[in-house]
């Protein structure tokens, strides 16, 4: 491996392994035991960096694997090490070849071989992307890959609040899963080719897609939907009246008299909130529509974490499992989530509870303003 | 006996689920928070009781086969680095908080349970736990006595030593013992909690804690005050307690740190003055304002460039965090952090200051100085490129010095980190022949067969 570098070393270097990630990342909760942590896993890497370990030992492979790629140990710290960064690097290398997990292979096949035209299809079937064209220099609206296909009521909510958010059809995927699953060049060229076919302001409802586009296009050209609208960019929040229930629990026709407000709690998307810093803004706008209600540990990652609730189901249930407690006792009547993976995952796991689980941008759509 | 038999005795006890022997595995245990040092174990073990720990203990004193405790590995000491090979028992299993009586004003704990977890368990009750070591998110309950962790309070209110009121320990031969307990007065016996408190994993094993609890202070603020450079700062502190005023906090950030932690945390210091001082106390609203106003009126007095006190508790946690993200703000300036733990009789604090700084430039080494001034406790902090070796070996030399000049001055190598094997070179300059000669017979008295943590303190 000599000459041939894996990690960036000044990335590596930051690393004073202090441990202060080690409370907050949900794998080392799991287990209590140092490789599975973040400092465990820059153990590691340093050690295949300086070929005390090599890229092939068991343990190395397994952590990569492992690790949710949360990065909640980013925001705690206090070194300001770039983990996301380095688990890509990681994975660019530790996943080539037959060392790649099956299921990886198998679904990022499946995304080429579905191919943008088919996503695209599917969009316009499932009516993500609605005819409306629009308003000309609007931001353009993200339709993602993903949520595109198994949630299109999303993108039809966000243009439903915004009209003028313009939502071509022909639109590529970010690369987001490409990125975090041993294709960071990959990622990169998919994310820039989208920023092509969508100039201007990107808006996106995918935490995660939020934050590999902003790393790639950078800031100023991306923005998560509901940080856009907190900002002011929608109706303003201020004007929005809070969704009230009947005895049943049923929501209200939104200027009908009485009835309780809904008491809504929120997963964070860990991308959001670990790589772009947002978290207090769907919050803010929660608080409009109706009692907010903080889930505990609403940061901590629900196990979904883009791919990996498929490819490690049972890691994923593990992860995921306390945060079910929690939300039993809490009985909410919603659960707003702003990421399609979470979508997916709590909506599963919460299949049949009182807790209806819905991305902030339908609660948003179907709150009334004044 | 080679590593895999071992490995198959120690799954006897304990289960093979809670055994690790992956070279990988090995190599995240090689280690802890000290930079410089790494030594892999040959075994990896996860007790989930006191009799596992017990039946691991007796094993490895039958084979004399290493065992170093550990908890979160946050030291500083290289204290839990396996440096003789052996067994790294990890306590992370044992993470019960068994009881908070606020009647009694304690609390029993498992030693795997976070600081940061048992003061909040204790805040729940309208109780604190005092010590607040830097790492008290990571830190566990276990590793904190053994390295009798420090942190703000040191003034005021003492450190961890202050606050265990009895142990119960799994001796290297197998034996369970229940040192102190639930008592406030206890005279029976040697003190062996206090023995044990600050042992560094090289007497015992800890399998359950019970520590004081106090009421927790109504209100608390802090201030700060700048000063041309930390003598003058040190000058202040020292006038402060002269005026009968006991500060729960007094912390001092050097020029290097200010405009590192500016750079980084954007507070709003001043980084044109020389040193910063933040001070603070707690108890009823109005005793607390009275004591911040006086403490900032001393300052003035001695010389302080410039005195704000906080106007809100919000205000406050800023400063505080000002004072904790010193160590992180510092170690952006390179590759290499060498933190250290110098110790020196509080009216000392700005000769050693001086010192330090003149140990710096004759080394052409950058050393920012932050620490508590209430208590002595300087961290000069080393901050250098990796593979710059001739600067490593000018940072060892530097410390060489700086651990000198605070026994000079009737200080100590270590305040809070412990000594490990980090400081153990320096130990005997420290405690002289005859008291390290002691501490070595305490050592056989508890581990005949020299197990437990070699080649640390007392071995």
């Given at each position: 491996?000599?000459?041939?570098?894996?990690?960036?070393?000044?990335?590596?270097?930051r690393?004073?392994?202090c441990g202060?990630?080690?409370?907050?990342?949900?794998?080392?909760?799991?287990?209590?035991?140092?490789?599975?942590?973040?400092?465990?896993?820059?153990?590691?890497?340093?050690?295949?960096?300086?070929?005390?370990?090599?890229?092939?030992?068991?343990?190395?492979?397994?952590?990569?694997e492992?690790?949710?790629?949360?990065?909640?140990?980013?925001?705690?710290?206090?070194?300001?090490?770039?983990y996301?960064?380095?688990?890509?690097?990681?994975?660019?290398?530790?996943?080539?070849?037959?060392?790649?997990?099956?299921?990886?292979r198998?679904l990022?096949?499946?995304?080429?071989w579905?191919?943008?035209?088919?996503?695209?299809?599917?969009?316009?079937?499932?009516?993500?992307?609605?005819t409306?064209?629009?308003?000309a220099?609007?931001?353009?609206?993200?339709?993602?890959?993903?949520?595109?296909?198994?949630?299109?009521?999303?993108?039809?909510?966000?243009?439903?609040?915004?009209?003028?958010?313009?939502?071509?059809?022909?639109?590529?995927?970010c690369?987001?899963?490409?990125?975090?699953?041993?294709?960071?060049?990959?990622?990169?060229?998919m994310?820039?080719?989208?920023g092509?076919?969508l100039?201007?302001?990107?808006?996106?409802?995918?935490?995660?897609?939020?934050?590999?586009?902003?790393?790639?296009?950078?800031?100023?050209?991306?923005?998560?939907?509901?940080?856009?609208?907190?900002?002011?960019?929608?109706?303003?929040?201020?004007?929005?009246?809070?969704?009230?229930?009947?005895?049943?629990?049923?929501?209200?026709?939104?200027?009908?008299?009485?009835?309780?407000?809904?008491?809504?709690?929120l997963?964070?998307?860990?991308?959001?909130?670990?790589?772009?810093?947002?978290?207090?803004?769907?919050?803010?706008l929660?608080?409009h529509l109706?009692?907010?209600?903080?889930?505990?540990?609403?940061?901590?990652?629900?196990?979904?974490?883009?791919?990996?609730?498929?490819?490690r189901?049972?890691?994923?249930?593990?992860?995921?499992?306390?945060?079910?407690?929690?939300?039993?006792?809490?009985?909410?009547?919603?659960?707003?989530?702003?990421n399609?993976?979470?979508?997916?995952?709590?909506?599963?796991?919460?299949?049949?509870?009182?807790?209806?689980?819905?991305?902030?941008?339908?609660?948003?759509?179907?709150?009334?303003?004044d | 006996?080679?590593?895999?038999?071992?490995?198959g005795?120690?799954?006897?006890i304990v289960?093979?689920?809670?055994?690790?022997?992956?070279?990988?595995?090995?190599?995240?245990?090689?280690?802890?928070?000290?930079?410089?040092?790494?030594?892999r174990?040959?075994?990896?073990?996860f007790?989930?009781?006191?009799?596992?720990?017990?039946?691991?203990?007796?094993?490895?004193?039958?084979?004399s086969?290493?065992?170093?405790?550990?908890?979160?590995?946050?030291?500083?000491?290289?204290?839990?680095?396996?440096?003789?090979?052996?067994?790294?028992?990890?306590l992370?299993?044992?993470?019960?908080?068994?009881?908070?009586?606020?009647?009694?004003?304690?609390?029993?704990?498992?030693?795997?349970?976070?600081?940061?977890?048992?003061?909040e368990?204790a805040?729940?009750?309208?109780?604190?736990?005092v010590?607040?070591?830097?790492?008290?998110?990571?830190?566990?309950?276990?590793?904190?006595?053994?390295?009798?962790?420090?942190?703000?309070?040191?003034?005021?209110?003492?450190?961890?030593?202050n606050?265990?009121?009895?142990?119960?320990?799994?001796?290297?031969?197998g034996?369970?013992i229940?040192?102190?307990?639930?008592?406030?007065?206890?005279?029976?016996?040697?003190d062996?909690?206090?023995?044990?408190?600050?042992?560094?994993?090289?007497?015992?094993?800890?399998?359950?804690?019970?520590?004081?609890?106090?009421?927790?202070?109504?209100?608390?603020?802090?201030?700060?005050?700048?000063?041309?450079?930390?003598?003058?700062?040190?000058?202040?502190?020292?006038?402060?307690?002269?005026a009968?005023?006991t500060?729960?906090?007094?912390?001092?950030?050097?020029?290097?740190c200010v405009?590192?932690?500016?750079?980084?945390?954007?507070?709003?210091?001043?980084?044109?003055?020389?040193?910063?001082?933040?001070?603070?106390?707690?108890?009823?609203?109005?005793?607390?304002?009275?004591s911040?106003?006086?403490?900032?009126?001393?300052?003035?007095?001695?010389?302080?460039?410039?005195?704000?006190?906080?106007?809100?508790?919000?205000?406050?946690?800023?400063?505080?965090?000002?004072?904790?993200?010193?160590?992180?703000?510092?170690?952006?300036?390179?590759?290499?952090?060498?933190?250290e733990?110098?110790?020196?009789?509080?009216?000392?604090?700005?000769?050693?200051?001086?010192?330090?700084?003149a140990?710096?430039?004759?080394?052409?080494?950058?050393?920012?100085?932050?620490?508590?001034?209430?208590?002595?406790?300087?961290?000069?902090?080393?901050?250098?490129?990796?593979?710059?070796t001739?600067?490593i070996?000018?940072?060892?030399?530097?410390?060489?010095?700086?651990?000198?000049?605070a026994?000079?001055?009737?200080?100590?190598?270590?305040?809070?980190?412990?000594?490990?094997?980090?400081?153990?070179?320096?130990l005997?300059?420290?405690?002289?022949?005859?008291?390290l000669?002691?501490?070595?017979?305490?050592?056989?008295?508890?581990?005949?067969?020299?197990?437990?943590?070699?080649?640390?303190?007392?071995?």
């Amino acid at each position: 491996m000599a000459g041939d570098k894996i990690f960036d070393d000044d990335l590596l270097s930051r690393c004073m392994s202090c441990g202060f990630c080690l409370p907050s990342c949900p794998t080392y909760q799991l287990t209590g035991e140092e490789a599975s942590s973040p400092r465990g896993r820059i153990t590691l890497m340093r050690a295949v960096q300086e070929d005390r370990l090599d890229v092939t030992d068991p343990t190395v492979l397994a952590q990569s694997e492992f690790c949710l790629g949360c990065r909640a140990c980013e925001p705690v710290c206090p070194a300001g090490v770039q983990y996301g960064q380095l688990l890509e690097q990681w994975r660019d290398t530790e996943w080539q070849g037959r060392r790649r997990p099956l299921l990886a292979r198998a679904l990022m096949a499946m995304m080429s071989w579905l191919g943008m035209a088919g996503i695209t299809l599917l969009g316009v079937v499932r009516g993500a992307a609605l005819t409306r064209r629009g308003t000309a220099d609007a931001p353009h609206l993200m339709l993602g890959c993903v949520e595109r296909v198994l949630y299109p009521r999303v993108s039809r909510s966000a243009r439903r609040l915004v009209p003028a958010l313009r939502a071509p059809a022909v639109q590529g995927c970010c690369g987001a899963l490409h990125a975090h699953n041993g294709e960071s060049g990959k990622g990169r060229r998919m994310a820039q080719r989208l920023g092509r076919q969508l100039p201007g302001t990107i808006v996106t409802t995918s935490g995660g897609c939020s934050a590999h586009l902003t790393h790639e296009l950078g800031a100023d050209r991306v923005v998560e939907f509901s940080a856009w609208i907190a900002a002011g960019n929608g109706p303003d929040p201020a004007s929005l009246r809070p969704i009230m229930l009947d005895e049943r629990g049923k929501p209200l026709p939104p200027h009908a008299s009485g009835g309780r407000p809904a008491r809504i709690g929120l997963q964070d998307s860990c991308h959001l909130r670990n790589a772009v810093g947002v978290w207090r803004q769907p919050r803010e706008l929660i608080a409009h529509l109706g009692e907010y209600v903080e889930v505990p540990n609403a940061a901590g990652c629900c196990g979904a974490a883009g791919s990996y609730s498929v490819l490690r189901p049972k890691d994923s249930r593990a992860v995921l499992a306390p945060k079910l407690d929690a939300l039993a006792e809490l009985d909410l009547d919603y659960l707003a989530v702003v990421n399609p993976g979470c979508y997916r995952q709590l909506a599963g796991a919460l299949k049949g509870s009182r807790t209806r689980v819905v991305h902030l941008a339908e609660l948003l759509a179907a709150a009334g303003t004044d | 006996m080679d590593s895999t038999e071992l490995a198959g005795r120690l799954a006897g006890i304990v289960g093979e689920r809670h055994v690790r022997t992956a070279e990988g595995d090995l190599e995240a245990y090689a280690r802890d928070a000290t930079p410089l040092f790494r030594h892999r174990p040959d075994v990896v073990v996860f007790p989930g009781d006191t009799a596992e720990v017990a039946a691991v203990l007796t094993l490895a004193t039958e084979l004399s086969v290493p065992v170093v405790p550990r908890g979160a590995g946050s030291n500083l000491a290289a204290a839990t680095v396996p440096l003789h090979g052996g067994i790294v028992l990890v306590l992370t299993r044992l993470t019960e908080i068994l009881e908070i009586s606020g009647p009694e004003l304690l609390a029993r704990v498992q030693p795997g349970v976070s600081t940061k977890a048992l003061a909040e368990a204790a805040a729940g009750h309208g109780l604190l736990y005092v010590p607040d070591p830097g790492s008290q998110v990571v830190s566990t309950v276990g590793g904190n006595v053994a390295t009798c962790a420090g942190g703000l309070r040191g003034l005021k209110y003492g450190v961890t030593r202050n606050y265990v009121l009895g142990l119960e320990v799994v001796l290297p031969t197998g034996e369970v013992i229940r040192t102190g307990g639930r008592l406030w007065k206890d005279v029976a016996g040697y003190d062996l909690t206090r023995l044990l408190t600050g042992s560094e994993g090289t007497l015992g094993v800890i399998t359950e804690v019970t520590v004081a609890l106090v009421p927790k202070p109504a209100a608390a603020r802090t201030g700060v005050a700048y000063f041309a450079d930390l003598a003058a700062a040190g000058r202040a502190v020292a006038a402060v307690i002269e005026a009968g005023i006991t500060p729960a906090t007094c912390e001092f950030l050097d020029r290097t740190c200010v405009a590192a932690v500016e750079d980084y945390a954007h507070l709003g210091l001043d980084t044109e003055a020389g040193a910063l001082l933040l001070f603070g106390d707690d108890g009823d609203p109005e005793v607390v304002q009275a004591s911040l106003t006086r403490i900032g009126q001393v300052c003035t007095e001695h010389g302080a460039t410039g005195v704000t006190l906080a106007e809100s508790v919000a205000a406050s946690e800023e400063l505080l965090a000002a004072r904790r993200c010193s160590l992180p703000a510092l170690s952006r300036l390179g590759s290499l952090t060498i933190l250290e733990d110098a110790t020196v009789p509080r009216p000392k604090l700005a000769e050693m200051a001086d010192r330090i700084a003149a140990i710096a430039a004759n080394h052409r080494l950058t050393i920012g100085t932050f620490g508590h001034a209430g208590d002595g406790n300087l961290h000069p902090t080393c901050v250098l490129d990796v593979h710059d070796t001739d600067a490593i070996e000018r940072s060892h030399a530097a410390f060489g010095e700086i651990f000198a000049a605070a026994i000079e001055l009737g200080g100590t190598i270590t305040g809070e980190h412990g000594v490990g094997a980090a400081k153990l070179p320096y130990l005997e300059r420290r405690l002289g022949a005859d008291q390290l000669a002691l501490l070595r017979r305490i050592k056989t008295a508890f581990d005949p067969a020299g197990i437990l943590n070699p080649g640390k303190l007392g071995s």
